[in-house]
């Protein structure tokens, strides 16, 4: 025990001496909130596009001004595709949308069939899609209302669409980037954090000489755990401070069950910073596993930016094995529907099986020698 | 008779991927109440010996029990009565002094007034009492073995295994710390010292010499210095700008086994039974043995006085003006001054040595000497050209082989020749000549696949001095050429120095070798930043010539030029 404390202690002055650890577990949190509360955005608002109307008919004119009202679309208005042509190309504007001279006729004759064509951007095909569903969006309503003036029942149409969103009921994507980008956070300090350090020991020779004492390996694996374990369930309180406080993220869990998330999490990350450490005995080969097997994976096979959902099938697999995975689904689930106990339940047990088996490996490979 | 601490029966190591073993076969034992000298070159075997001892390795065959514990199974036990000292130290730099022994004591369950009574004697004992609250990372070189080694005592170990602990520490501290493991002795402790350096060996109680993992000596180094007696020489009373070439006659002749430029002398050692060859000048005076003097003997001899590179290299052009001119060079790093009016020339065809104790400026001179840094005050001249204004005109006539060798450990040996004449603006047919020619002189050709990386150390050696002189440049700057190669290449390497030497080409050398210090035509002594002596190396003998000191060492003069330097600095502080 007092070899324990005297390997916690140790390690705890040099987090405190050494300037970057810290700035991982606490500066680097806020610079992450921010870029992924600010920067990163994934909902488009006021997309600019030009709106040729060739037919100029009162007709055209009240279509638009639905247009124009629409708080999804900046509208610059034209007589001619070709004068945004050039704007479209440079990227001034994100899409042209022409009411053609046959408009009010088709309208009037009530063929059924009334054209409008909807020019976009194909090289941004996420950013052509939103032309395209505002556009859409603009005219289904106009369509309503246009229906209702001309004093038949909106039930003439057989279809209304009513959207309604749960738990997110804004579509911020802030609201799940945020809680998303915690589980960032704790993989850089759980893993990378533990397995530059670990490394650093390697390189100096001082893992040499503490080898030759009689402490253990046990002990010496604890005495890393413990530290950056309390670290990271710091700059997780910070996180959710912030998240909640300044970014406005509701968060509709409980804490202890926030608690018990983070913990598993962070037992699988130091597992794995742990066994990283233990096969690669310099900094700049333990960052950079970490990064292809920590860090990237977090960013990208979490569900944290891409859904896992919309994954083919055999990545999709792949994810299960990313602890990280199960902690994004948990914080998520934790700060925008609540404490659903048994998607949480399901979610930890998946954590704790995936750090048991690093803690097994890591207990395997480590011995107090230098070419096992 | 005591028994030994340690018994090694017919180790074996062997490591992946290598095609020879780390270690063949070594059988040894390990006094109490002495110091056993594990000595040889870098790659000798030295290190995995010892991590073998503390059960950080294990043997492929053969038996090692340490304190009567197996080392393979019970290395816990071994770890309970042993204190060890990791190359680079082990020490936690960004923990202060106290910090970081209270971390050994805590893991060594030592407590109470038994650990205050240790705390005080290894402070006391390592002088680092003052320096309690100091971050281990902010101290000198020598200061850190000093507490690498207290941290290592902190058990009360019965056997103490020191890495290399003299490697880039310098005389004055290596000086110190020997006397202090001396000290420890009575206790009856055993200790391990590991060195590349050969005068260390001498010292010992007891030897073991590696070399490529084979055992070539164990006992006493007085026994192994006999195997030479009588074959050991002096020529003394030659020219002194004749000396390189009589020693490249000399190695030249029949029974000669190893020659080397001692000051203004030649050391000589004749195989067994040959008589000596006969001199045009200077005459013959029976010298000492030394340990390296019976190591080449082992090793069958030094490699000859040929040197196929100065036979390609042109004759540099005579001249009047020295070649490096260096006149009061300055520099700061904020209220730090790192070098302070540094003046000295070399002239065409001398060998400069700097030399100093660690963090004395030496390598700060030398960077600037290169052009790497810019001077604060002061100008440097390289063949006439100002380092500040024309200093890629200047660095094109410099050859810069650096510390460690500098190489591209991931490019063959090809590429490292190709990237390096590239750099020194070689191309077309003359770059493919010269590496040709360097692969020649070299005998690279076996390993032209290899990566520089996994070469053997000499092959290294080549082949970063082959890339430093590719462009025929008209100075070369060493720094610290040979440290942690073995002997035989170390001379192969000065034969080829001194040959280009005698064709004009001007040399500029840092070293902590004190035997490499002695090919210097001059040397200039560095201590804190100043100039505290330039002088050959028999002047600076004569300068601590004394009663006591009849027939100082270089490294004698070195020792007290710096201690007397200091206490007249320690004078003006309190006047």
Known sequence: ?372 | MTEPVVVIEGLTKRFKGMDKPALDGVSTSILPGHITGLVGPDGAGKTTLIRLMVGLLHAEAGTIAVGGFNARTQAEAIHEIIGYMPQKFGLYEDLTVIENLDFHADLRYLSGTARKEKFDKLLDFTDLTAFQRRLAGKLSGGMKQKLGLACALIGTPKLLLLDEPSVGVDPISRRELWAMVQELLAGGIAVVWSTSYLDEAEKCDSVILLNEGRKLYDGPPADLLGSVAGRTWQIRGIDESRRRTVLMNMLKEDGVIDGVVQGRHIRIVMAKDKPKPLLDEGQWTAVEPWFEDAFIDILGGGPGGHSKLAEQISEKPLQDKPVIDVQGLTKRFGDFTAVHNNTFQIRRGEIFGLLGPNGAGKSTTFKMMCGLLQPTEGRAFVTGLDLKTATSQARSRIGYMAQKFSLYGNLNVVQNLRFFSGLYGLSGRRQKEQIDLMIEIFDLKEHLKMNAGTLPLGFKQRLALACAVMHQPDVLFLDEPTSGVDPITRREFWTHINAMVEKGVTVMVTTHFMDEAEYCDRIGLIYRGENIATGTPDDLKKLVQSDQLQNPTLEDAFVTLVHRSHLENQLQETA
């Not at chain 1, 059924?112 to 090289?123: C, S």
């Not at chain 1, 956070?185 to 040499?208: D, K, N, P, Q, Y």
């Open chain 1, 1 to 372: 025990m007092r070899r324990l404390t005297a390997l916690i202690r140790k390690e705890t002055r040099q987090i405190l001496r050494d300037p970057s650890t810290f700035l991982i577990a606490f500066l680097q949190p806020l610079i992450l909130l921010f870029i992924f509360g600010y920067g990163v955005n994934l909902d488009s608002n006021k997309i600019r596009i030009g709106l040729v109307v060739e037919d100029n008919t009162p007709d055209t004119a009240s279509l638009v001004r639905a247009f124009t009202n629409s708080r999804f679309l900046e509208v610059r208005l034209g007589q001619d595709r070709r004068e945004f042509e050039h704007d479209l190309v440079i990227g001034h504007i994100r899409g042209i949308v022409v009411i053609p001279q046959d408009f009010s006729i088709d309208m009037a004759l009530q063929t059924g069939a009334v054209n409008l064509q909807v020019i976009a951007d194909g090289a941004e095909p996420n950013i052509a899609s939103f032309v395209q569903n505002y556009t859409f969006g603009v005219v289904q309503v106009w369509l309503q209302h246009e229906a209702e003036d001309r004093g038949q029942s909106a039930a003439a149409l057989p279809i209304r669409v009513l959207p309604r969103f749960w738990y997110n009921a804004e579509l911020k994507s802030r609201n799940f980037l945020v809680p998303g980008s915690i589980a960032i956070i704790m993989t850089l300090i759980g893993t990378m954090l533990t397995a530059l350090v670990i490394s650093r020991e390697w390189e100096r020779g001082t893992m040499e000489s503490m080898m030759a004492t009689p402490v253990t390996i046990t002990q010496i694996l604890l005495g890393k755990l413990i530290p950056y374990f309390v670290m990271g369930i710091g700059s997780m309180t910070l996180c959710t401070l912030v998240c909640t406080l300044v970014y406005d993220v509701p968060f509709r869990g409980t804490y202890p069950a926030l608690l018990a998330a983070t913990s598993v999490f962070l037992l699988a990350a130091l597992g794995q910073g742990l066994l990283i450490s233990s096969v690669a005995k310099d900094q700049f080969v333990a960052s950079q596993i970490a990064l292809m097997a920590a860090f990237l994976p977090a960013l990208m096979l979490s569900g944290f930016i891409f859904e896992i959902h919309s994954m083919p099938r055999p990545i999709q697999l792949l994810t299960h094995v990313f602890a990280v995975r199960y902690f994004v689904t948990s914080l998520q689930t934790l700060f925008l529907t609540g404490n659903v106990w048994p998607l949480l339940i399901h979610c930890m047990a998946a954590m704790l099986v995936i750090s048991m088996v690093f803690f097994a490996l890591t207990t395997r490979k480590t011995k107090k020698r230098l070419d096992a």
